[in-house]
Nanobody
Framework: QVQLVESGGGLVQPGGSMRLSCTASESRVKITVTRWYRQAAGKERELVAA???????SYADSVKGRFTISRDSAKNTAYLHMNGLKPDDTAIYLCNIVGGILPPFKDYWGQGTQVIVSS
């Protein structure tokens, strides 16, 4: 069973930066895609960014130019670098992977980390 451990959330002022991390507990896991979602209070879950195993990235229009998703396969860790943060970015951020040790691959989710953008 693969567990995802997220870190890096907290309180930041508008215009500030923050980096979220998502580490898979099992070193043997093969990850085909990593996604960051967010869910703000009273809103639906939103796909923020994704990165494939070949480093193809995609972003929601609301974060393009401000957020960058990356990964370090040697550390089994993915990152979400967030710049120019706005109050509308306040949400719980969740990491999701599609992967596993052997096929068929499955969806795994982190526990979520809270990001609050406020002065």
């Amino acid at each position: 069973q693969v567990q995802l451990v997220e870190s890096g959330g907290g309180l930041v002022q508008p215009g500030g930066s923050m980096r979220l991390s998502c580490t898979a507990s099992e070193s043997r896991v093969k990850i085909t895609v990593t996604r960051w979602y967010r869910q703000a209070a009273g809103k639906e879950r939103e796909l923020v960014a994704a990165i494939t195993g070949t480093d193809i990235t995609s972003y929601a229009d609301s974060v393009k130019g401000r957020f960058t998703i990356s990964r370090d396969s040697a550390k089994n860790t993915a990152y979400l670098h967030m710049n120019g943060l706005k109050p509308d970015d306040t949400a719980i951020y969740l990491c999701n992977i599609v992967g596993g040790i052997l096929p068929p691959f499955k969806d795994y989710w982190g526990q979520g980390t809270q990001v609050i953008v406020s002065s």
